[in-house]
């Protein structure tokens, strides 16, 4: 009687403590997620006849709070140009702007201060914030004179924070501030891709600041979007302490990084591109990366799918989903799922009328970030009236749509494309203009949070 009562104890015993010894994989955190994973799309009915495109939007929004205020320390290369063309107020700013960072960063972060001009050299060895008792000793030291030697510049910030690359949880990042053109060392759009893709590889980040009208933006972007790190385009020196804020603000507030999400389209469904963003579409799956999440901000993807059609009314899983995430506090991997579904319209004016405006508000934002792109290489390659043409196709386009969705955010930024267009169409794309396009484009596409 004894041996069945121990038993049966046992039994009972049995898949509690399965529970308690099963690793933990999925969405484990310290009390609530810290990353909820949601799908939706454009028209929450598709039509019942098929032969069109829906588009599916997958978000991953971390929590707003972190379950820590005492974040994992943020290691900090700040590598500034100090070629001739920085002089005067420039070099001032940027001074102050350096300053300015001091106050923002905790005593536990780390910091370097690196300068280039036809060479690159350290004025301040990565070293604790709670150590630098007076940075003025550093960044005083500043003078504006001779080239420009970026990828140097970038190269000696990225050997000051290899040494902290050995804790996984800290948040590496390099700032990189230039007005000109790399005109000493490497200088080619692709040298700085590769640099940027390389130092990604080993867990370094590269936000860009370029400064006024005679830097290099497509080199800027081509650096920084290899890792996904900000892009910004200051006209003026006055924007810079502004500028660091920001970024610093950014860098902070990470609550996760590495995030990989995975796309299945079932039933059907076939995935056609990743819309913005880049990625990898093979068959019937979707696979795209997400560097950095911050706290409370949404990062996504929109993915154009074919729609098979089904039988009206009904309704129809169209995809699972799964992101894996590191959390940057437990410097764990934790992984959320999904499945999209969706409702078939018996008519096309039924569907009409489930629009999702939310989704279709980020769908036109990224339609414009691509033609602005495309807009930019025609232009380049002296092809203006393909060039005007393509923003005035997507115009038109946006003009049709938005007088069933009646949406004044959507209609604000389609006048917004339509003074581009003619500004493009009588004066050419100037200096300013482009640079303006490339970072608004860029901005768009990565989900930089504005500034």
Request: net charge positive; no cysteine; proline share 5%.
């Given at each position: 009687m004894k041996n069945r009562h121990l038993l049966a104890f046992l039994l009972g015993l049995a898949p509690i403590l399965a529970h308690l010894l099963t690793p933990s994989a999925t969405a484990a955190t310290p009390s609530d997620p810290t990353v909820t994973l949601t799908a939706e799309l454009d028209y929450a009915q598709l039509s019942a006849e098929g032969n069109d495109t829906a588009i599916l939007k997958v978000s991953l929004l971390p929590a707003h709070l972190?379950?820590?205020?005492?974040?994992?320390?943020?290691n900090l290369a700040i590598v500034l140009d100090r070629s001739g063309s920085m002089g005067g107020e420039k070099i001032?700013?940027?001074k102050r702007a350096v300053r300015r960072a001091f106050q923002t960063l905790q005593p536990n972060d780390y910091v370097s201060i690196v300068a280039y001009n036809n060479t690159a050299r350290t004025l301040l060895p990565l070293t604790q914030v709670r150590h630098i008792?007076?940075?003025?000793?550093?960044?005083?030291?500043?003078h504006a004179d001779g080239g420009t030697a970026i990828y140097a510049g970038v190269n000696l910030g990225a050997a000051q924070l290899r040494p902290a690359l050995d804790d996984s949880s800290g948040i590496n990042r390099i700032l990189l501030l230039s007005d000109g053109l790399a005109n000493e060392g490497p200088s080619d759009v692709r040298d700085f891709q590769l640099l940027g893709k390389s130092l990604s590889r080993e867990g370094i980040t590269v936000s860009t600041i370029g400064l006024g009208l005679g830097y290099n933006e497509d080199l800027m972007a081509g650096l920084s979007a290899a890792g996904q790190g900000n892009v910004y385009f200051v006209e003026t020196a006055n924007d810079l302490p502004r500028i660091f804020d920001s970024e610093l603000g950014d860098a902070s507030s990470i609550v996760a990084q590495n995030a990989v999400i995975e796309i299945e389209c079932l039933h059907g469904f076939e995935p056609i591109r990743i819309i913005g963003r880049d990625g990898q579409v093979r068959g019937n799956r979707v696979t795209l990366d997400i560097k950095h999440l911050y706290a409370g901000q949404e990062k996504f993807a929109l993915i154009e799918v074919?729609?098979?059609?089904?039988?009206?009314?009904?309704?129809q899983d169209i995809a699972t989903i799964t992101t894996r995430y590191q959390d940057i506090d437990s410097d764990k991997t934790y992984a959320v799922n999904k499945t999209a579904t969706t409702t078939f319209a018996p008519n096309r004016e039924q569907k009409e009328k489930s629009v999702n405006i939310e989704v279709q508000r980020q769908v036109v934002y990224n339609f414009i970030a691509e033609a602005?792109?495309?807009?930019?290489?025609?232009?380049d390659q002296g092809k203006l009236p393909a060039a005007t043409a393509a923003l005035s196709e997507l115009d038109d386009w946006i003009a049709t749509h938005n007088t069933v969705w009646q949406d004044a955010e959507?209609?604000?930024?389609?006048?917004?494309?339509?003074?581009?267009?003619?500004?493009?169409?009588?004066?050419?794309?100037?200096?300013?203009?482009?640079?303006?396009?490339?970072?608004?484009?860029?901005?768009?596409?990565?989900?930089?949070?504005?500034?």
């Open positions: 972190r379950y820590n205020n005492d974040r994992p320390p943020l001032e700013m940027a008792h007076n940075p003025r000793a550093y960044i005083d030291r500043l074919r729609n098979p059609g089904g039988a009206a009314h009904s309704t602005q792109d495309e807009a930019v290489a025609l232009a959507i209609e604000r930024k389609r006048s917004e494309l339509e003074s581009t267009t003619s500004t493009l169409e009588k004066q050419g794309l100037d200096n300013k203009s482009r640079k303006e396009m490339r970072s608004s484009s860029y901005q768009t596409r990565s989900q930089q949070k504005s500034y």
